[in-house]
């Protein structure tokens, strides 16, 4: 990947935490720019890209276990200043003649820790604070030259120090939530051992990548992007239209699968928030009648992308067409990828030159774009707040994630014009009632699920009824790898309910979802 520009860069090495990425945004939120690298890059590589600092991760195995993840000690020697967190601090110990040893005293979850010597890393936080710590091994004796700043009832060296090399390390994990004063202990090190300077802000982002996005297409250049509705390609979109004005194309193809209101959102806030130009491709019909008679969830998401790879086809001709008449060609197409789907994907290297049917999905094989992806180096709370800075409308940057297939996987059974406006109206009811209570920004995503084949008794004034059931799922995560059903307040589910059951009167019951992730997914289907 390249280096934003002007910024300071922290390399945050993985040896297989699950909390690398977490780290990485960690890093971010002290202003200072940083990227993943996994274990096996060599160190000559990593400072190559001349580096401020250098981050170990913490990671799954002991340091003495069988083909365990090492690292080449010249790191600790090359000038950089690194910091070692849990695994990583360990490596640290025992790369530079330190004891690391196998006690038999494991550590696991909130640990109280003692601040023996606050040296500069640990200066004005508490003497005695609780930390998560999750580890096997410990550390017995500290390299020669480091100061030994903290401890544990079981672990003599739980943090040290070398300021003087730039070298430092604790043996918790300072990026969770559960560790007190954990980000103030990493911006010690980023801000006064290693001298990293705080110059990564969204002001600045957004203005770096409007730059390098008009560099890329040039004067003269077309793009296209294809609209979601979602904040990734809103504020792709609203970038690229910064950069290059109406030279950018914006297909948005309503397959009539979307929540109450959102069509209209794009085209009436979104087009008057940017002034981008927009086609709107109207495929409802198209998709209902594909979707007919379908009940298995695998074949209506493959229904649900093979219609709209056709759908945002014959819109993407209507924009060639009318470019072609000028005697024009688009050859970039603007995509909304995030930095963990880069991560995911297997890190950086990533094509610039691709066949478009890999992606968006589908436009004809013999159309060659050069992808346009402003959003690349960007975690999802960054996209956020560059998408205001930007001066998109809260309620699209703010959205919660909607899946591709959109209400057509919230249908437990055929989708038809008839279940989709029942479900619309009660999600709609359920996104009014979170929005009220003030926890739109606290709730990750909240799908409300039909039962569309299944029928329940109710009683409504004196008669019975048999109506629909709704389940809501409201989940709290970072990142939709791992999620927890979120704890709503008695009252807010009581007036979601109570909405839903008098309003939609084809719904006579309400469910709550309180299943984490794993073992279940978020969507249903």
Same mark, same amino acid.
């Given at each position: ?121 640990? !200066? ?36 040290? *120090? ?8 604790? /043996? ?25 300077? /705080? ?41 690229? /239209? ?24 794009? *085209? ?44 945002? *086809?014959? !819109? ?11 005697? *024009? ?130 009683? /409504? ?20 790898? +791992? ?14 309910? +109570? ?27």
């Amino acid at each position: 990947m390249t280096q934003p520009a002007e910024h300071d860069l922290v390399l945050v090495v993985d040896f297989g935490a699950q909390y690398a990425q977490l780290i990485a945004r960690r890093v971010r939120e002290a202003r200072v720019y940083s990227e993943i690298v996994p274990h096996t890059m060599p160190v000559a590589e990593m400072l190559a890209r001349n580096p401020k600092a250098i981050i170990l991760s913490g990671g799954p195995s002991s340091v003495y276990a069988e083909g365990a993840p090492g690292i080449d000690t010249g790191v600790f020697t090359a000038g950089v200043p690194v910091f070692g967190m849990c695994y990583g601090f360990q490596l640290m110990a025992k790369g530079l003649g330190g004891e690391v040893a196998h006690t038999g005293a494991r550590e696991y979850g909130r640990t109280p820790v003692s601040v023996t010597e606050p040296g500069t890393l640990l !200066a004005g936080i508490p003497v005695e604070h609780k930390v998560w710590m999750s580890h096997g091994d410990s550390v017995a004796q500290a390299p020669e030259g480091f100061t030994v700043l903290a401890s544990t009832d079981v672990t003599p060296v739980a943090a040290f *120090e070398d300021v003087d090399r730039g070298l430092a390390g604790v /043996q918790w994990h300072p990026e969770v939530l559960h560790s007190e004063h954990g980000q103030k202990v990493l911006e010690h090190f980023l801000h006064h051992i290693a001298g990293a300077r /705080q110059t990564w802000t969204m002001l600045n982002i957004a203005e770096e990548q409007i730059e390098r996005v008009r560099e890329q297409i040039g004067d003269s250049g077309l793009a296209i992007c294809g609209l979601s509705g979602g904040v990734d390609s809103a504020v792709a979109a609203a970038i690229v /239209q910064r950069a290059i004005g109406e030279r950018l194309h914006c297909v948005f193809v309503d397959h009539g699968l979307l929540r109450e209101g959102e069509a209209e959102q794009v *085209e009436r806030d979104f087009v008057a928030a940017t002034g981008v130009n927009l086609h709107v491709y109207d495929a409802r019909e198209t998709f209902l009648a594909a979707l007919a008679g379908v009940t298995d969830p695998e074949e209506k998401r493959k229904i649900i992308g093979r219609e709209f790879i056709r759908a945002f *086809e014959a !819109a993407e001709v209507q924009v060639l067409g009318e470019a072609a008449e000028q005697g *024009e060609k688009v050859g970039f197409l603007v995509q909304g990828t995030l930095y963990p789907d880069v991560v995911e994907s297997g890190g950086g290297a990533g094509t610039s030159n691709i066949k478009s049917h890999h992606n968006v999905g589908g436009l004809p094989e013999d159309l060659e774009f050069v992808l346009v992806e402003p959003l690349r180096t960007l975690f999802k709370d960054e996209v956020r707040l560059v998408g205001e800075q930007l001066g998109l409308p809260a309620e699209m940057v703010w959205r919660q994630p909607f899946p591709g297939p959109g209400l057509g996987i919230r249908i437990i059974g055929e989708v038809t014009a008839e279940r989709l406006d029942i479900l619309r109206r009660a999600d709609a009811i359920a996104r009014q009632e979170l929005t009220r209570a003030g926890l739109d920004r606290d709730i990750w995503q909240m799908p409300v699920v039909l039962l569309a084949d299944v029928r329940s008794v109710g009683v /409504q004034g004196d008669g019975r009824t048999y109506g629909h059931p709704v389940v809501i799922r409201p989940v709290t995560s970072e990142d939709a790898m +791992t999620a927890d059903w979120a704890r709503l307040p008695y009252e807010v589910m009581e007036r979601i309910s +109570t909405r839903i059951t008098n309003e939609v009167e084809e719904i006579n019951r309400v469910t709550l979802d309180i299943t984490s992730k794993p073992p279940g997914t978020i969507e249903w289907e």
